[in-house]
Protein backbone atom coordinates (compact mmCIF):
# COMPACT_ATOMS: atom_id res chain seq x y z
CA UNK A 1 0.00 0.00 0.00
CA UNK A 2 1.44 3.34 -0.84
CA UNK A 3 0.79 5.85 2.05
CA UNK A 4 1.54 9.41 2.51
CA UNK A 5 1.98 10.33 5.91
CA UNK A 6 1.00 14.82 6.82
CA UNK A 7 3.05 15.36 10.43
CA UNK A 8 2.32 18.86 11.70
CA UNK A 9 5.28 20.45 13.06
CA UNK A 10 3.99 22.70 15.23
CA UNK A 11 1.12 20.22 16.70
CA UNK A 12 1.05 18.69 20.29
CA UNK A 13 4.51 16.84 20.89
CA UNK A 14 5.64 17.16 17.35
CA UNK A 15 7.07 20.54 17.87
CA UNK A 16 9.85 19.27 20.53
CA UNK A 17 10.47 16.41 17.92
CA UNK A 18 13.26 15.30 15.38
CA UNK A 19 10.80 15.15 12.37
CA UNK A 20 13.15 14.29 9.84
CA UNK A 21 14.47 11.58 12.37
CA UNK A 22 10.90 10.15 12.71
CA UNK A 23 9.93 10.34 8.86
CA UNK A 24 13.15 8.04 8.59
CA UNK A 25 12.29 5.63 10.81
CA UNK A 26 8.84 5.06 9.94
CA UNK A 27 9.88 4.69 6.14
CA UNK A 28 11.92 1.68 7.22
CA UNK A 29 9.09 0.51 9.12
CA UNK A 30 6.58 0.73 6.85
CA UNK A 31 8.92 -0.75 4.05
CA UNK A 32 9.94 -4.10 6.36
CA UNK A 33 6.18 -4.26 6.35
CA UNK A 34 5.34 -4.37 2.51
CA UNK A 35 4.30 -0.69 2.19
CA UNK A 36 5.47 2.73 0.69
CA UNK A 37 5.48 5.71 2.86
CA UNK A 38 6.14 9.02 1.60
CA UNK A 39 6.56 11.40 4.07
CA UNK A 40 5.79 15.17 4.70
CA UNK A 41 6.52 16.89 7.14
CA UNK A 42 4.35 20.77 6.91
CA UNK A 43 3.59 23.57 9.18
CA UNK A 44 0.16 24.18 11.47
CA UNK A 45 -1.34 26.46 9.14
CA UNK A 46 -0.66 24.17 6.10
CA UNK A 47 -1.65 21.08 7.30
CA UNK A 48 -5.26 21.02 6.07
CA UNK A 49 -4.25 21.66 2.34
CA UNK A 50 -1.73 18.60 2.56
CA UNK A 51 -4.22 16.38 3.76
CA UNK A 52 -6.43 17.41 1.00
CA UNK A 53 -3.86 17.11 -1.70
CA UNK A 54 -3.25 13.33 -0.14
CA UNK A 55 -6.42 12.52 -0.31
CA UNK A 56 -6.73 13.83 -3.82
CA UNK A 57 -3.85 11.94 -5.42
CA UNK A 58 -4.76 8.86 -7.45
CA UNK A 59 -1.54 7.04 -6.29
CA UNK A 60 -2.40 7.77 -2.96
CA UNK A 61 -3.92 4.49 -0.98
CA UNK A 62 -3.96 5.48 2.56
CA UNK A 63 -3.21 8.73 4.98
CA UNK A 64 -1.74 9.04 8.12
CA UNK A 65 -2.22 12.37 10.07
CA UNK A 66 0.39 13.07 12.99
CA UNK A 67 -0.18 16.17 15.30
CA UNK A 68 -3.10 17.41 18.02
CA UNK A 69 -6.94 16.52 18.57
CA UNK A 70 -7.35 19.71 15.82
CA UNK A 71 -5.13 18.15 12.94
CA UNK A 72 -7.10 14.26 13.50
CA UNK A 73 -10.51 16.18 13.69
CA UNK A 74 -9.58 17.94 9.86
CA UNK A 75 -8.06 14.82 8.57
CA UNK A 76 -10.37 12.54 9.31
CA UNK A 77 -13.48 14.98 8.06
CA UNK A 78 -11.33 14.82 4.60
CA UNK A 79 -11.30 11.18 4.78
CA UNK A 80 -15.32 11.07 5.48
CA UNK A 81 -15.17 13.11 1.86
CA UNK A 82 -12.49 11.47 -0.13
CA UNK A 83 -13.07 7.76 1.39
CA UNK A 84 -9.33 6.96 1.84
CA UNK A 85 -8.35 5.18 4.90
CA UNK A 86 -6.78 7.40 7.93
CA UNK A 87 -4.03 6.40 9.96
CA UNK A 88 -3.89 8.15 13.23
CA UNK A 89 -0.55 9.34 14.92
CA UNK A 90 -1.41 10.67 18.45
CA UNK A 91 0.51 13.86 19.57
CA UNK A 92 -2.02 15.94 20.75
CA UNK A 93 -3.04 16.42 24.68
CA UNK A 94 -5.70 13.87 25.26
CA UNK A 95 -5.57 11.96 21.86
CA UNK A 96 -9.44 11.28 22.70
CA UNK A 97 -9.70 9.89 18.99
CA UNK A 98 -7.10 7.27 19.11
CA UNK A 99 -7.80 6.08 22.40
CA UNK A 100 -11.20 4.82 20.77
CA UNK A 101 -9.36 3.50 18.18
CA UNK A 102 -7.21 1.32 20.77
CA UNK A 103 -4.08 3.10 19.13
CA UNK A 104 -1.24 3.07 20.96
CA UNK A 105 0.16 6.70 22.38
CA UNK A 106 3.79 5.94 22.39
CA UNK A 107 4.71 7.77 19.04
CA UNK A 108 7.26 4.48 17.82
CA UNK A 109 4.33 1.90 18.93
CA UNK A 110 1.64 4.07 17.14
CA UNK A 111 3.78 3.75 14.18
CA UNK A 112 4.21 0.19 14.35
CA UNK A 113 0.35 -0.30 14.82
CA UNK A 114 -0.19 1.42 11.68
CA UNK A 115 2.00 -0.37 9.32
CA UNK A 116 0.75 -3.58 10.83
CA UNK A 117 -2.81 -2.42 11.15
CA UNK A 118 -5.84 -3.33 9.13
CA UNK A 119 -8.56 -0.99 7.35
CA UNK A 120 -11.71 -0.78 9.24
CA UNK A 121 -15.13 1.40 8.90
CA UNK A 122 -16.65 3.15 12.30
CA UNK A 123 -19.11 6.17 12.40
CA UNK A 124 -18.63 9.50 12.12
CA UNK A 125 -21.08 12.40 13.22
CA UNK A 126 -22.04 16.02 11.41
CA UNK A 127 -22.83 18.98 12.98
CA UNK A 128 -25.15 21.36 9.86
CA UNK A 129 -22.46 19.52 7.93
CA UNK A 130 -19.25 19.49 9.91
CA UNK A 131 -17.73 16.48 10.29
CA UNK A 132 -16.64 15.62 14.33
CA UNK A 133 -14.88 12.22 15.74
CA UNK A 134 -15.45 12.82 19.10
CA UNK A 135 -18.03 15.93 20.69
CA UNK A 136 -19.96 18.71 19.82
CA UNK A 137 -20.59 21.13 22.95
CA UNK A 138 -22.33 23.76 24.19
CA UNK A 139 -22.26 25.82 27.36
CA UNK A 140 -19.64 24.98 29.48
CA UNK A 141 -17.65 23.12 27.37
CA UNK A 142 -17.27 25.74 24.88
CA UNK A 143 -16.33 28.88 27.51
CA UNK A 144 -13.77 26.44 28.83
CA UNK A 145 -12.17 25.98 25.67
CA UNK A 146 -12.71 29.98 24.98
CA UNK A 147 -11.31 30.87 28.58
CA UNK A 148 -7.56 27.98 27.57
CA UNK A 149 -7.45 29.09 24.59
CA UNK A 150 -6.50 32.96 26.32
CA UNK A 151 -4.19 31.32 28.33
CA UNK A 152 -0.35 30.86 27.71
CA UNK A 153 1.31 27.17 27.73
CA UNK A 154 4.42 25.79 26.01
CA UNK A 155 3.75 21.61 26.85
CA UNK A 156 1.42 19.11 27.09
CA UNK A 157 1.82 19.25 30.96
CA UNK A 158 1.30 23.21 30.39
CA UNK A 159 -2.00 22.70 28.82
CA UNK A 160 -3.45 20.25 31.45
CA UNK A 161 -2.40 23.11 33.90
CA UNK A 162 -4.72 25.67 31.78
CA UNK A 163 -7.57 23.13 31.69
CA UNK A 164 -7.71 22.99 35.26
CA UNK A 165 -7.33 26.51 35.83
CA UNK A 166 -10.07 26.76 33.25
CA UNK A 167 -12.66 24.90 34.32
CA UNK A 168 -12.00 26.85 38.46
CA UNK A 169 -12.74 30.28 36.32
CA UNK A 170 -16.05 28.94 33.92
CA UNK A 171 -17.15 27.82 37.30
CA UNK A 172 -18.17 31.33 38.49
CA UNK A 173 -21.63 32.01 37.32
CA UNK A 174 -22.13 28.63 35.31
CA UNK A 175 -23.84 29.71 31.91
CA UNK A 176 -27.54 28.80 31.86
CA UNK A 177 -29.86 28.83 28.66
CA UNK A 178 -32.47 27.06 26.75
CA UNK A 179 -32.22 24.64 24.05
CA UNK A 180 -34.61 22.38 22.50
CA UNK A 181 -33.86 18.39 21.49
CA UNK A 182 -35.80 17.27 18.20
CA UNK A 183 -35.06 13.41 18.46
CA UNK A 184 -36.75 10.05 17.01
CA UNK A 185 -37.89 9.80 20.85
CA UNK A 186 -39.41 12.99 20.89
CA UNK A 187 -38.98 17.03 21.58
CA UNK A 188 -37.79 18.58 25.05
CA UNK A 189 -36.82 22.18 26.12
CA UNK A 190 -34.77 21.91 28.93
CA UNK A 191 -32.62 24.72 30.78
CA UNK A 192 -28.95 23.62 30.65
CA UNK A 193 -25.69 24.65 31.59
CA UNK A 194 -24.06 22.16 29.20
CA UNK A 195 -24.90 20.18 26.20
CA UNK A 196 -22.64 17.50 24.76
CA UNK A 197 -22.98 15.19 21.66
CA UNK A 198 -20.72 12.49 21.43
CA UNK A 199 -19.56 10.88 18.09
CA UNK A 200 -21.09 7.12 19.83
CA UNK A 201 -21.81 6.75 23.56
CA UNK A 202 -19.03 7.79 25.90
CA UNK A 203 -17.83 5.23 28.59
CA UNK A 204 -17.10 6.39 32.23
CA UNK A 205 -13.96 6.94 32.20
CA UNK A 206 -11.82 9.37 33.56
CA UNK A 207 -11.24 10.18 29.82
CA UNK A 208 -14.17 9.38 28.37
CA UNK A 209 -14.01 8.48 25.08
CA UNK A 210 -16.86 6.43 22.67
CA UNK A 211 -17.82 2.85 24.05
CA UNK A 212 -17.86 1.56 20.49
CA UNK A 213 -17.26 3.70 16.90
CA UNK A 214 -19.70 1.65 15.53
CA UNK A 215 -23.16 1.57 17.13
CA UNK A 216 -24.74 3.82 14.94
CA UNK A 217 -25.87 5.96 17.31
CA UNK A 218 -25.10 9.55 19.10
CA UNK A 219 -24.42 9.87 22.42
CA UNK A 220 -26.34 12.93 24.42
CA UNK A 221 -25.63 14.24 27.11
CA UNK A 222 -27.44 17.20 29.25
CA UNK A 223 -26.15 18.97 32.56
CA UNK A 224 -28.98 20.39 33.66
CA UNK A 225 -28.70 24.30 35.55
CA UNK A 226 -26.20 24.31 38.02
CA UNK A 227 -24.86 26.47 40.35
CA UNK A 228 -20.95 26.67 41.06
CA UNK A 229 -20.71 24.67 43.59
CA UNK A 230 -22.90 21.89 41.68
CA UNK A 231 -20.69 22.54 38.27
CA UNK A 232 -17.39 21.95 41.13
CA UNK A 233 -18.82 18.71 41.90
CA UNK A 234 -19.69 17.39 38.39
CA UNK A 235 -15.93 18.36 37.03
CA UNK A 236 -14.62 16.55 40.25
CA UNK A 237 -17.26 13.18 39.09
CA UNK A 238 -15.87 13.55 35.15
CA UNK A 239 -12.10 13.41 36.42
CA UNK A 240 -13.00 10.34 38.74
CA UNK A 241 -15.22 8.58 36.12
CA UNK A 242 -18.25 8.83 38.29
CA UNK A 243 -20.47 11.47 36.41
CA UNK A 244 -22.90 9.33 35.88
CA UNK A 245 -24.11 9.20 39.08
CA UNK A 246 -24.26 12.98 39.43
CA UNK A 247 -28.09 14.21 39.57
CA UNK A 248 -27.31 17.00 37.44
CA UNK A 249 -26.63 14.70 33.69
CA UNK A 250 -28.86 13.22 31.94
CA UNK A 251 -28.48 10.69 28.95
CA UNK A 252 -29.99 8.81 26.01
CA UNK A 253 -28.73 7.54 22.80
CA UNK A 254 -30.51 8.85 19.54
CA UNK A 255 -29.55 7.98 15.58
CA UNK A 256 -30.01 12.43 15.11
CA UNK A 257 -31.10 15.35 16.63
CA UNK A 258 -31.99 18.89 15.95
CA UNK A 259 -30.61 21.40 18.65
CA UNK A 260 -32.62 24.98 18.79
CA UNK A 261 -31.39 28.01 20.69
CA UNK A 262 -34.07 30.04 20.54
CA UNK A 263 -32.72 32.47 23.18
CA UNK A 264 -29.18 32.56 21.74
CA UNK A 265 -27.16 35.43 22.17
CA UNK A 266 -24.84 36.84 19.60
CA UNK A 267 -21.49 35.60 20.01
CA UNK A 268 -22.21 32.34 21.26
CA UNK A 269 -19.74 29.93 20.33
CA UNK A 270 -19.99 26.11 20.16
CA UNK A 271 -16.76 23.82 20.57
CA UNK A 272 -16.48 20.68 17.99
CA UNK A 273 -13.12 18.76 18.64
CA UNK A 274 -11.80 20.67 20.94
CA UNK A 275 -12.54 23.74 18.04
CA UNK A 276 -14.51 26.64 18.66
CA UNK A 277 -17.13 28.06 16.06
CA UNK A 278 -19.98 30.32 16.21
CA UNK A 279 -22.92 28.74 17.16
CA UNK A 280 -25.81 28.86 14.97
CA UNK A 281 -29.50 29.11 15.92
CA UNK A 282 -30.38 25.62 15.05
CA UNK A 283 -27.96 22.55 14.51
CA UNK A 284 -28.95 19.37 12.56
CA UNK A 285 -26.60 16.27 14.20
CA UNK A 286 -26.51 13.33 12.33
CA UNK A 287 -24.58 10.35 12.39
CA UNK A 288 -23.11 8.38 9.76
CA UNK A 289 -22.86 4.58 9.90
CA UNK A 290 -19.36 3.20 8.77
CA UNK A 291 -18.86 6.26 6.50
CA UNK A 292 -15.16 6.58 8.07
CA UNK A 293 -12.47 4.18 6.87
CA UNK A 294 -9.67 4.35 8.90
CA UNK A 295 -6.88 2.22 9.68
CA UNK A 296 -6.84 -0.10 12.90
CA UNK A 297 -4.28 -1.54 15.28
CA UNK A 298 -4.14 -5.39 14.90
CA UNK A 299 -5.90 -7.18 17.99
CA UNK A 300 -2.40 -7.68 19.43
CA UNK A 301 -1.30 -4.25 19.79
CA UNK A 302 -5.21 -2.24 20.49
CA UNK A 303 -4.25 -0.49 23.97
CA UNK A 304 -7.13 -0.28 26.63
CA UNK A 305 -9.24 2.93 25.76
CA UNK A 306 -8.78 4.67 29.70
Excluded at 216 to 229: C, I, Q, W
Excluded at 241 to 267: C, H, M, Q, Y
Amino acid sequence: MKIRAILNKDGGTLRTMDLDEICAMAADLFAREGHELDCTIVAGKDVEQALKAAAKDPSVEAVIAGGGDGTISAAAGIAFKSNKPLGVLPAGTMNLFARALGMPLELDRALAAIARGEVDRIDIATANGRPFVHQFGVGIHARLVRIRNGMVYRSRVGKMLASLRAILAAAVNPPRFEVELHTEKGDRTVTATGVAISNNPLDDSPVPVAMTLNSGRLGVYVAHSVSTRELLNLALDVMSGSWRANPAVSETEVRDLILRFPKRKRGTHAVVDGELIDLENAVDLQLHPLALPVIRPPADMRTDRR
